[in-house]
């Protein structure tokens, strides 16, 4: 069953005939000039070179038959008025056939942007998805991956197959022999070079593996945000000596491979001295006994040549074509990747601002994929239209997830999550997002000005909401003093004049867009964790005003921020183990009291751990 299974995750999905089509179909719908500027490219590469190869003995033929020198200059003239006109075309094909050909490369970027942004949020959290992705993105990463190349490589294939069937019909006239022995030393040269080359890209996974570890090293030893470790910590001589002994192993990679190639060369010559000692052989005979022009000599000679060129051409051609089709076969199963939730296909749901909204978990259990055991574990709850509800407890007990699933990031691997006492797997999943508004632990700043991230958008933005928000998170003070205001752009990655936030700053700026968005429902995943005492105060003073006329979810590892929430969920080992507000919950006397108890005494000064 396993063989079974890992051949079919090898078997490409699409065959090349197919990802040409998909990408016709991409070129026709984007840039129809693409496909026209391939056949013309093809067309005249080809006539080139068949002109430059016919030139000589049509020149030649005229010397030896002592045509007159009018007859002999107009031959040169127009072979070489051809050859001019043609290289001109070339050129100008040449400089017009990449804007069209990078278009249709960053429209299917786009498409894979577009699925990873908008895609299931479960789908993120699988690593074969993130496999899939990281090879969409190479397929698209520059002017050689496959969503370009596939063009170039087609025209080649064109332009090889035009000058084989030419010089084909040249041939056509000598011994079917001769022209078996072609075929035959060319193709056999062909695949003994292709099994041997083939042997770095049957170890390229080993080869990536060397070069992943080398610009992992350059990054780390580059990178400012590690600069401070590496000083400190004195970490230089370390990471050179990592990095001379990964060079090492690549250098002895390289040289086992270069060692492989010599071969491809070695069996090349024998079968080229094969190739044409039979040619010129045959030709000889031909000139000593049946009388062959010189000029003919050559033209058969030098098409023999080409001939060897133009089916090599072909074959090789292929070899990357189908190199190209499972990159791009790759790309296609990725931007197919199944989606777990209902988006626009699912049933409607519209953000009102005066409807109340119930969730309630129903015998919920949720499993990460891969895990041993559940993180989550039969949870029944319900959250009432208004209620401000606190989710405390350790580390690892499962706040997070929990938040996770109310909000629809995901869905229950047993159970039910209940808006209103409708399953939400039925909406449109994006309608339902609407009704959230968050603050998360990982900040997601955008490179782009203080009203842009507080509105999430760059246009339509209103000003005074931005003020009023930023009021709220107590962040006003701070932007009055920046150069430009709320035009003031943030990070450094994009604009030289930007800036940069403090931890907190930012988790203001946060607390500021979440508000701004004026969701039904707020929910605050450890909102102050990066903020001092005092501001952490001024914060919790300001959540009832916050919070008013909606429902809103905080998670907090700090018990004595839960005071202004309406009921609070103490959780361990996935399970809501208690139930109630502080008061009670403190007269209980259980996890949630001895918890309390613990960090209270870090903010008593005198406290029995005072001085120890």
């Known amino acids: 069953m396993k063989q079974t299974k890992q051949s079919k995750v090898q078997k490409p999905k699409y065959n090349m005939w197919q990802n040409t089509g998909f990408m016709i179909a991409q070129a026709w719908k984007i840039r129809k ?64 056939t990449l804007w069209g050909r990078v278009e249709v490369r960053l429209n299917i970027l786009a498409m894979i942007t577009n699925k990873v942004a908008r895609t299931s949020y479960p789908n993120i959290l699988d690593t074969d998805f993130i496999k899939f992705e990281d090879k969409a993105s190479e397929a698209v990463s520059g002017n050689d991956t496959a969503t370009e ?65 080398m610009v992992y090293l350059t990054k780390l030893s580059t990178d400012r945000f590690f600069a401070k470790d ?3 910590f004195g970490l230089q001589n370390w990471l050179e000596d990592i990095w001379n002994s990964t060079m090492s192993l690549y250098q002895g990679f390289l040289s086992k491979r270069e060692g492989i190639y010599l071969w491809t060369d070695v069996i090349e010559l024998l079968l080229t001295l094969l190739r044409n000692g039979v040619a010129y052989a045959y030709l000889i005979w031909m000139v000593l006994e049946k009388g062959l022009p010189v000029s003919e000599f050559l033209l058969y000679f030098n098409a023999v040549s080409g001939f060897t060129q133009w089916v090599n051409g072909i074959l090789s051609q292929f070899s990357i074509l189908h190199k190209q089709s499972i990159d791009l076969s790759t790309l296609r199963d990725f931007l197919e990747w199944k989606e777990p939730f209902l988006f626009e296909e699912g049933k409607p749901l519209a953000k009102d601002l005066d409807k109340d909204y119930e969730i309630c978990l129903e015998n919920v259990s949720f499993c990460y994929p891969k895990a041993e055991k559940d993180t989550l574990s039969n949870i029944n709850l319900t959250i009432h239209p208004g209620e401000k509800l606190a989710i405390v407890g350790l580390n690892g007990a499962g706040k997070t997830t929990l938040v996770k699933l109310v909000c629809g990031f995901l869905d229950p691997t047993q159970g039910r999550v209940l808006l209103n006492k409708e399953d939400i797997r039925q909406y449109n999943r994006r309608d339902y997002y609407a009704l959230f508004s968050a603050v998360f632990q990982d900040f997601s700043v955008l490179e782009a000005s203080v009203s842009e ?42 604009f030289e004049d930007g800036i940069e936030l403090s931890g907190g700053q930012t988790q203001r700026l946060m607390l500021a867009r979440a508000l701004y968005k004026n969701a039904p429902m707020l929910v605050l995943d450890e909102p102050t964790a990066a903020l001092d005492p005092i ?33 609070i969920l103490y959780m361990e080992h996935g399970e809501i183990v208690e139930e109630g507000t502080h008061e009670s919950l403190l007269a209980l006397d259980g996890g949630y009291a001895n918890l309390f108890e613990v960090q209270s005494q870090y903010y008593q000064e005198g406290g029995k751990n005072h001085g120890k």
């Open 230 to 232: 590496i000083r400190i």
């Open 453 to 494: 991230n507080v509105a999430q958008r760059v246009k339509e933005i209103d000003t005074q909401k931005v003020w009023e928000c930023l009021e709220k998170a107590g962040l006003t003070e701070k932007i009055h003093s920046l150069p430009q205001g709320l035009d003031t752009k943030i990070g450094r990655k994009v």
């Open 33 to 96: 000039s693409v496909l026209l500027i391939c056949v013309l490219v093809a067309t005249v590469t080809a006539g080139k070179t068949i002109a430059e190869m016919l030139i000589a003995p049509a020149v030649l033929s005229k010397v030896e038959t002592m045509a007159p020198l009018q007859e002999l200059i107009l031959t040169i003239a127009v072979f070489g008025g051809v050859l001019i006109l043609l290289s001109g075309l070339k050129g100008y094909l040449g400089e017009n």
């Open 535 to 567: 501001a952490e105060n001024d914060i919790y003073m300001k959540y009832n005003e916050m919070t008013s006329n909606r429902t809103s979810l905080f998670i907090s590892h700090r018990l004595a921020s839960t005071r202004f929430c309406d009921r």
């Open 149 to 213: 190349a596939i063009w170039t490589t087609w025209t080649d294939i064109l332009t090889n197959i035009i000058g084989f069937v030419f010089y084909l019909t040249l041939l056509s006239a000598l011994n079917p022999v001769l022209i078996a022995v072609v075929l035959i030393t060319t193709i056999a040269g062909y695949f003994v070079s292709k099994r041997i080359n083939e042997w770095g890209y049957r170890h390229r996974e080993e080869e990536a593996a060397y070069n992943k570890r």
